[in-house]
Structures are given as C-alpha cells and as structure tokens.
C-alpha cells in the first residue's frame, strides 16, 4: 500500500458518502420527480446532529472555544441514527412547498432559496453551531480505543461506510421496484392523473422526502466522523448542484448510475483533483472543476439526457425475450391497424373484482347548482343533475359548454366556485380527488394522459387500488410481502390487453404509442381502478369506429352488472347506441335531458346544436 | 361606412388540403374556396376539424399535403406573420386578445405592419365599424366582456385592412344576442365591403343565415357542401350534427 | 434614515436587475439562474476597460455590451435549443445553473480569486432629506432612475416595447399579426442583457470591492423581487425590487445586519408557498 493507502482510504469513504447521498437524491429526483434543489442541507442537518450528539458538553470542552448546542457526548452509533432522524424531520416543512400544486421549476427555485437561507443563519448565529467558523474536533467512533490516524483504522471506516451504502442502495431499490416505486414513477410522470386515480401525491411526496432526508443525513454523519469537522462553506448551495449532475451523468432513476455519477463526479472531481499540484493561481483547479461539472451538466442534458445508465424499462409480462413490436407510424392509418381483440369475450365482472350486481337505479351521484368560474368568467353555472346508478349516462353540448369542467368538478380535479356534490348521500364538494378515486369515483383525461416512462403494463397495473406494496411501509417489508398480489394483478391486467388486442405492447413505454392506443391504455387502466363510477373524458375519440362500438358493449354489460358509467363524447352514434339518458349542457347550463332519441325531437337541443 | 374597412378581397384556395399535428393528418382531402364579397362558411360537429382546418390555412398548424393560396400566392405552410403581411386575417376561436394590453394596444399590435402616420388613422377607422370599442381604450383587453372582447380580436385583424378573414368560431360562449348581431351585423358587412370572408362556426343554422355557400366537415373530410338554402332542407346536414332521426326543423326567421 | 439611502441605492440596482430577469421570463418562460455569472462578467470587463484608463463610467457601457452579447447568445445557442425539444421547465433551469458553474468559476479561473475595485472616486458626501450618500451613490441612483423611466417609456409608448408585450402575453396571436417575434425574443434578450449588465457593473461599483463570485446569491434576491411583484411582470419586478431592497437594508438597522438577506429568502419562500403569481398576478387558467 505505502503512501497511497490513506488515499486509497478516504477516497473510499468519499465514494461511499457520495454514493449514499446521491441514492437519497436519486429516490426523489429520479424517480419520484421532486426537484429538490435544497438537497445538500439534509446531508447537512446530518453531519451537524452526529456531530453534536458525538461531541461534549461545549462550555466545559477546550475552554469552550466554541459553541454548540447539545453536547451529549453520545457513544456510537446514537449520533448516527440521530443524524438519520433529524434528516428525516427536516423534510417536513419542505412538504409545503412540494406537497402544493407548483410549477416544478418554482418549487424547486423554493428549496434552492430555503437552503441557502439556513446556510445563511447557521454561518451568522454563532451560538447555534459555531457560526461560519463552523464545528471542529468532532470525535470519531471508538476514537478512545483505535486511533483513527491509524491506516488499519481509516480502511475499517471505509469498510463500514460502503456497507452501509450497500444497505442504502438496497433498500432505495426495494421502494422502487415495489408498487409504491411504481406509483412514485407515476406521480412523476403525471401528478394530476396519478391523483386521479387515488395515488395520495403529498404523502407520497411526504415519504420520499423524509427517506431521501434520513439517507443524506446519515452520508452527512459519516462524513463528518471521518474528517471531524463541518462548515457552512462545505454545503453551500452549488454541492447541490453537483450531486444533481452526479444523477444527471449516471442516469436518472436508474441507482446504479446515481452510484457511478457519484463516482464520476463528486469524487472524481472534487476528491481526486484535491490532490492534485497546485497550477497557476490558487483558485484555478477548484474553479475548473466547477466549470467542468457546469460544463457536464449542460452537455449530457443535451446529448445524453438519460445519462450513461439510462432507466431500466421494467418487462413485467415474463416474456423477456420477445422483440418489442415496431415502433408504431405516427400517421392515421395506424390505429386502424390495431388488432382489435376479444373484447366482447372479457369477462370484466371477474377481472375487475366487481361486486355482485346491484341494480337499484338509486341517484348515486347528484349535483346540485355546481358552479365554475375562472377569474370571473363562468363556465359552469348552476348545473344540478342526478345519476342513477347502474346507467351509462352520456354528456353532450357544444364546444365551451361546460362539459368537461363538470367532469373534471365530479372528479375533484377542478374545485368548484359553488355548489355541492352528493355521493351516497355525502356530501363530497370538498373531498380531495384521490380520495374520491379511492372512494371509487374514476375518471379519465381528454388529453393524453399516460404514464409516459411506465410501460404499458405497469400502466394498467398501477391503478389497482388497495395494493399491499403500495404504501411506504408495504414497500419497505419486500417482495416477500407483495410479490404474490402483485403477480396476480400482473396476470389480471394482462388478461384486460390481450382482450384489447394490445398484448404486443405490454412492454412497451406507453409513451411510444399511437394516439388510439394510448386511449385504450387509458380506459383500460380506469376499468383496473375498479370503479364504481366510471367518469369517461371523450373516450372514443381517435379510437377506431369499430373497437369503439365493441367498448361501447362492453360498457354497457358493466352497467348492466352495477356499474355507473358518466361519458362526455362528441360522437354521437356513441351516444344513440349507448347512453340512456343523455344529459345537454350548453353554455354551462343544463339544457335537456333524456334519451338521444327524445332529445332529437326537442327543439332546444336541436338549436343548441345548429342555431344557438 | 365612410372608410374603406378591407382592401379589395382575394380569392382563398385550399386545394386536396392534409393537415394535422406530429405527423398526423387532423383533416385530409379538403378543397374549399372563399371568394370576395361572400361569406363562405364551414361547420360540423365537435371534433370534425373545422379549427384545425383553419389553422393550417394561416401557418398555425402544419400542412401535410395540398396547397393553400391567397390570390396568386402560394401560402401553404408559410409562417403566420407572413400570412398576415399577405393580407389574411385570422381571429382564433380563443386566446384572440393580448389580455394584458389595452384596447388601444391590442389594436395597436394589430397594426404592427402599417407605417407609424398610418396606425391611429387607422384606428379611427376601425373605431368607427366598432364603435362600442371608443368607451374603453384604455380598459385591459383581459378586463373586457366576451362581446366586447371578439369585436377587439375582429378589429384588431382590421388593423391591416385584410384581403381574406379567416375567423374560427367568433360567436363561441357569447350570449345568443350578441352572436346573432356578430354573425348578421358585423361578419356579413365585411363581405358586403368586399372581402373574402371564410368563417367557422358552432352554430351552423346561424352560419347558413349569413352565408353565400357552405362547407360540413365530419371526420376531417368534407361530407356537404352546397348553398345554404339547400343545405338547410337537407336531412343529411342535421344528421351529421344530431346522428340518424333527428326532426329538421324549419328555419325560423 | 442612512440605511434608508442604502436601501434606495440598493433597491434601485435590484430594480433593474428584476426588470431585465423577469423580461426573460416572460418572453420566453425561462428561469435563468445563470443571470448572477452574466452580472459579474459584465461588472470585470467594465473593470478591465476601466484598468487600462477609461474613466469608470464609460467603462459601463462595456459591461453593458457584454451583458447584451452574453445574454443573447446565451438563449440562442442554448436555451432555444433546449426548449425547442419540449422538455419540463425544471430541466431548463437546471441548465441554467450549469451556465451559471461555467460562467461563474470560468471567470474566477480567469481572473483569479482576489478582490478587486473600480478605479474611481466616491465622490463627495451629500446630506439629502437626513441620509448620507456618496457622489458614486447619487449616480448610480440616477443612472438606475433614467433607465427605470426609459424601459417605462420603452413598453408603453414605443412599437417594439408593445410587440415585447405582446409576443409575452400571446406569442402566436403576435404572430398572426405579423410580429417577427423571433426578432422580438431576441431583441428583449439583448436589452434585458444590457439590464444585466448595467446592474451587474452598477452593484460592483456600490459594492466598493468585488470577485468573481459576488453575485452568486444575488440570484436570491431577484427570485424574492420578482416573485413578489409576480413573475414575468415588469412593473411588478420593480414593485418587488423597491420593496426588497428597502426591506433588506432597513431591517440590517435594526437586526444584525449579517441577516439582512433573510428578509429576502423569507419573502420569496412565503410567496412561493401562498401566492407564487404575485401580489398582483393572477392565476392563471388552462
């Protein structure tokens, strides 16, 4: 070994530090898409509790000079775990700013500024931790009995620190790969159509946060127990930066490559460089080295903005060698190439865990003077209608009448301006969307709404409610816990795509597909939501004509088995062969209601329509 | 009117028109013309293409096959502040203002190509078709009511005395009286001035009222097209909006 | 009353400063964190004409340029290209902050670490309405002052200031009215930069002594401007900017002046979390 032992030994320890630190980012960037740019205070928070807990009462040490709080003189490994926790606990007030529906770029501009702002306060109020002089002679663990000086001692360091790091990737594989990560990959793709379908975003945003805390606040106390000492100038706002191009040059999502970012880059640059001769003025490597992280950043965003290790696509059909299927034209004629498959053969009540058929025909949806306006304007106005339960009730009206603001009220997406919604008798006006969802009000996007970078499959998967991976702790218990339900869902949502003729794109990023294709992967994955009321945002339009007949049938025989389906759909053949009744909004109001036949004979209807 | 409102009409030809987003056609095979002093209209149901339709004509959204022309000009794909310097105006169905300026700049910005001596002339003129408009140049475009706001997006096209209008919609969420005065007051007169009038409406029995011929999309193909006195009788047009067995009523007066 | 002068000079730097980041915005949506790295470029290229015998003040129109030229080219060669692919907003800042690494250490590489000054005089002392300021001060303040009332002058009442306007509220219904508006982003570019420049030269010379890496949290406190006033409103970034630069320099007399910039951090993140299109800005619908 000679002199490169050291070296050798603290690079290890950085490497493992690094790598740690940039799995906790890569967990709420990578794969659940918060953009947290105050990452590096929770490495801080870290560094500075295990340093506390560690260090002696301060008045009494080294003729008090310098001052802290605590001091509780803690043995190994309290000042870790405490380290852990206090990363964790900081998490909860950033919940705030990202739990809000922001702009991602505004939310993460709000953690870039609070991170500087504690940096600020911990440099300028000195009794807190030492002010900008920061915190030194920090006790290394079992310093009394090794002396960490010691090579033995500094490899031993290393050896703890990259198990500990492999523990940590272990376990942000584990979340990941559960439904829960699937559901934290969904949120990040769509937030809103992942509320939609009672993915709750604030708790999932809430945990990631708190687990990406704890592991960056555990990073932070062994670090600072190997170089005992911790400042404010080590965590100023641009290290951020660079655990963000250490997952931006590995690859996003993908942990081995926020690993080897946080080889290539933290280490790579700030740690081996650090030893390099010192050239031209003092300032020269350091600022090339952040001109080259500046530089890599921008580069690989550019070139490669998967990173070296791109994201695994996840094959959850078991078919693992199988081709994928030709990337679909992008031109009309393509839809009318899909397959259309046994659709009417699907045995749904089955499939979707329906309930034994309740046809009662009881309102089971009201609304009763539901109003929307936008700064002023109203759209919707005074809208009062009743569903009846087990009806495929259609919704039409011209373009701006209102038709998808009411769906969108419905379903809680849009709060309304006035009014209430009654379902089962509740009242549900202001009962958040993904508690509706769960409640098994489902709706469906006019836009495209897929989950771009989930696979068809895992698509239709994810909206299985009441999965028992799907939560953060069911994750965190194992495959051992989920995988048998999971599997199962798997088989069941395979079973709905080879009824939609799909099955060749089960693998497929659901973001590669054509526009008809991706309607049915939309409707598919709202029937896997096991509604009880299916709200459908013009489902049919630019499915083929005659896949969209088979759909309508099987809409109707899952009214028929207690179902109640509300569709708003500009064509209407639709509407004449399925719906019954059809209620007519025009300009935010109700204006008939009955079946499409009855409403053809109104004259108001067919004003509406042609006159206005 | 005492002003020359438009410069003497053009005539606008889509000729065998695709067009559409990403690739994909929207609307495919279309041939329509709009001629000087007529108001030729285009309707269908939602979804039928009629905007998308419009939008390829003025550069918005990208042709795919065919050609649009504007008197002897090829436009066909040509960029939108282009079209505009030819002489075709186009007022979207929505996001027609620049809510943030005033009534004056939002005309203003309408006259963005006329020289400077000729921009407040030009607004005189245009305040005379819209007098309503005079009360509240200083108002933001934002703070307007949907009448006042599309007579602001029609003047605003005035601005540059256009050849061709291309209006998508105009009398969409506007109360039935506003429309009608829109449609018959407003829209007819600019073809009685002489322009070229090609407009897109919801409404189609209040379109066929004003217009010298018209075009019925239906899944971005034009399925009718005729005088609208005819079309009006036709069992197929209130079919292609209502679906099979719908009553034709007689148009009221 | 002095910190009151202080905040004056402050607020009147950070005005324009605001004004010209918030015009990016919104132009063309983006949130350019590197405008911190174009600032203190700006403000050394004017030092360096000043070091070789250029009287101070013509030696900012140096910094002017440069802030214009960097700016421009900055939105043309990376920003435009990076938008045109269609990704999230957050990916453009994030390139934003690898422009400002670049531009930031690149200089510190060139330039060294060291403080450096304009070679100029403070000028004479002035007791004005109770505060003292400096000669340097007063011109600065009326620097800052005129350029205020030029962009004024420039969005209401001139043909290009309008399309500007225009092109942010609407850019297609700019162009169906015949508005070049490639021309016009690039034109606001140029003249938001040559605000960038302006400040960043302007806050070198209040500053007294400055290094590469002076403006790095001036960022901060045009975020908290701008976000207060409402993003992409210029009349709001100069709302935002008296009231943050008078908040933070008043405050620093009566607090630890250490913390002034707290005031600041603690503005912008209560806007964000409660109201993040402004006092004035409304919210804006789909």
């Known amino acids: 070994m000679g002199p490169y032992g050291f070296y050798i030994a603290i690079i290890l320890v950085y490497a493992a530090v690094d790598s740690m630190a940039c799995l906790g980012l890569n967990l709420q960037f990578g794969v659940a898409g918060i953009s947290n740019f105050g990452y590096i205070i929770f490495q801080s928070v870290g560094a500075y509790t295990a340093a506390v807990l560690s260090m002696p009462n301060a008045k009494t040490t080294n003729g008090g000079f ?61 009794p807190f931790l030492n002010g900008d002089a920061g915190i030194s002679l920090v006790p290394s663990p079992f310093q009394h009995y090794w002396n960490p000086q010691s090579l033995g001692y500094q490899f031993a360091y290393g050896g703890v620190a990259i198990v500990l790091t492999i523990g940590v ?85 993908n942990h081995k490559g926020a690993i080897l970012g946080a080889v290539l880059v933290p280490v790579g640059f700030e740690e081996i460089t650090r030893y390099l001769p010192p050239l031209g003025n003092p300032e020269l490597v350091p600022a090339l080295e952040w001109v080259s992280i500046g530089l890599l950043i921008v580069l690989f965003l550019w070139f490669r903005p998967n990173g070296i290790l791109p994201e695994k696509r996840r094959i959850l059909s078991g078919n693992k060698n199988a081709a994928p299927p030709e990337p679909t034209k992008g031109d009309a ?72 603001t009411t769906l969108a009220m419905l379903a809680g997406t849009l709060p309304s301006s006035g009014g209430q919604i009654f379902y089962e008798g509740t009242d549900i006006t202001s009962m958040p969307s993904h508690k509706r969802a769960q409640a098994g009000i489902v709706r469906t996007f006019q836009l495209a709404s897929e989950f771009k970078k989930l696979t068809v499959l895992e698509n239709l998967v994810s909206a299985i409610p009441h999965q028992s991976g799907d939560t953060f702790l069911g994750s965190l218990r194992g495959k051992r816990y989920w995988g048998r339900q999971d599997h199962d869902h798997i088989e069941r949502a395979k079973e709905v795509l080879e009824g939609f003729g799909l099955s060749q794109y089960a693998d497929v990023y659901a973001g590669g597909l054509s526009g008809g294709q991706r309607r049915l992967v939309e409707i598919m994955r709202a029937l896997l939501a096991e509604p009880k009321i299916l709200l459908l945002d013009e489902p049919m339009a630019g499915v083929h004509p005659n896949l969209a007949h088979k759909i309508g049938d099987q809409l109707t025989n899952l009214c028929e088995g207690g179902m109640t389906i509300v569709m708003v759909e500009h064509e209407l053949a639709i509407m004449d062969a399925f719906c019954d009744p059809v209620i007519v909004l025009a300009e935010g109001q109700v204006l008939a209601q009955g079946t499409m036949a009855e409403l053809r004979q109104k004259e108001e209807v067919v004003e509406a329509y042609l006159v206005g | 009117m005492s002003v020359e409102l438009s410069k003497k009409g053009l005539v606008l030809t889509a000729t065998g028109l695709a067009a559409g987003y990403d690739g994909r056609a929207i609307v495919s095979g279309i041939t329509v013309e709009a001629t000087p002093g007529k108001v030729v209209s285009i309707v269908g149901p939602n979804g039928s293409g009629k905007s998308t339709l419009l939008k390829s004509l003025v550069g918005v959204v990208k042709v795919l096959d065919g050609s649009v022309k504007v ?172 679906g099979g067995g719908a009553k034709a009523h007689p148009p009221k007066d | 009353m002095s910190s009151f002068g202080f905040g004056l000079i402050t607020a009147a730097v950070l005005a324009i400063a605001t004004v010209g980041f918030t015009m990016q915005f919104a132009v063309t949506n983006v949130l350019n964190l590197a405008y911190g790295s174009i600032m203190i470029n700006s403000a050394f290229v004017a030092y360096y004409v000043n070091q070789h015998g250029v009287t101070a003040w013509v030696a900012l129109l140096g910094g002017v340029a440069t802030g214009a030229i960097a700016s421009w080219l900055l939105n043309r060669f990376i920003y435009t290209p990076f938008q045109r692919r269609n990704l999230a907003p957050i990916t453009v800042v994030i390139v934003s902050l690898g422009v400002d690494l670049v531009g930031t250490f690149g200089l510190q590489a060139i330039v060294g670490g060291g403080y450096v000054s304009f070679n100029q005089s403070q000028g004479h002392e002035y007791h004005i309405l109770g505060m003292l300021l400096s000669g340097l001060q007063l011109v600065i303040f009326g620097i800052c002052a005129v350029v205020l009332v030029g962009i004024h002058w420039l969005l209401k009442y001139t043909r290009l200031g309008k399309a500007m306007r225009a092109t942010s509220a609407n850019r297609n219904l700019a162009r169906n009215s015949g508005v070049k508006t490639q021309f016009i982003i690039s034109t606001t570019w140029i003249i938001s930069g040559a605000l960038c420049g302006l400040a960043g030269t302007v806050f070198a010379m209040n500053a007294g002594v400055f290094e590469a890496t002076s403006a790095q949290l001036y960022i901060v406190l045009l975020l908290a401007a701008m976000f207060l006033g409402g993003p992409g409103e210029p009349y709001g970034a100069m709302f935002g900017a008296v009231t943050i630069g008078l908040a933070t320099e008043v405050s620093a007399a009566y607090i630890n002046p250490e913390y002034k910039d707290v005031v600041a951090f603690l503005v912008l993140i209560a806007m964000l979390t409660f109201r993040p299109f402004g006092i004035f800005g409304s919210e804006k619908t789909n």
């Open chain 1, 66 to 126: 310098q001052q802290y709080v605590l001091g509780w003189h803690l043995p190994w490994p309290f000042p870790w775990i405490g380290a852990a926790i206090a990363g964790g606990l900081l998490a909860i007030p950033f919940v705030f700013i990202v739990g809000k529906r922001l702009r991602g770029d505004f939310a993460a501009v709000g953690l870039l500024v609070s991170a500087v702002l504690l940096n600020l306060l911990v440099k300028n109020y000195v």
């Open chain 1, 169 to 253: 990737y272990f376990l942000v594989k584990r979340v990941t790969e559960s439904p829960y990560g699937r559901s934290l990959r969904a949120m990040r793709d769509n937030d809103i159509v992942a509320d939609s379908l009672g993915k709750d975003l604030r708790m999932q945003r809430t945990s990631v946060l708190i687990l990406g805390g704890a592991i960056a606040g555990l990073s932070g106390a062994i670090l600072v127990g190997f170089i005992t000492l911790w400042a404010p100038g080590a965590w100023g706002y641009a290290e951020t930066i660079v655990l963000f191009a250490a997952i931006i040059i590995g690859g996003a999502g």
């Open chain 1, 333 to 404: 004629e393509s839809d009318a190439l899909i397959k259309i498959g046994n659709v009417q053969e699907l045995n749904f009540h089955e499939l979707l865990h329906l309930s034994e058929p309740v046809n009662d025909n009881r309102v089971i949806l009201s609304t009763n003077g539901l109003t929307k306006s936008f700064n002023g304007v109203t759209v919707v106005s005074d809208v009062s209608i009743a569903i009846h339960q087990g009806r495929l009730t259609g919704m039409i009206g011209p373009n701006g009448a209102g038709k998808s």
């Open chain 2, 71 to 242: 008197g002897d000009t090829d436009i066909t794909n040509m960029a939108p502040e282009d079209v505009a310097k030819i002489g075709v105006g186009y007022v979207p169905q929505i996001d027609d203002v620049f809510p943030p300026l005033s009534v004056k700049e939002n005309l203003e910005i309408g006259g963005y190509l006329l020289k400077r001596h000729e921009v407040n002339e030009r607004i005189e003129a245009v305040l005379e078709f819209f007098p309503k408009l005079k009360a509240m140049m200083t108002r933001k475009a934002g703070k307007l009511s949907g009448g006042e706001r599309k007579m602001l997006a029609m003047g605003r096209v005035l601005m540059l005395s256009p050849s061709v209008l291309v209006l998508d919609e105009p009398t969409a969420n506007l109360a039935p009286i506003v429309a009608t005065q829109l449609l018959e007051e407003y829209i007819r007169g600019f073809a009685n001035f002489g322009s070229t009038v090609l407009l897109v409406e919801q409404r189609a029995k209040a379109a066929l009222r004003i217009s010298d011929w018209t075009y019925v999309l239906g899944g971005g193909r034009v399925v009718l097209e005729g005088p609208p006195q005819d079309l009006a009788q036709n069992p197929i047009f209130v079919e292609s909006f209502l």
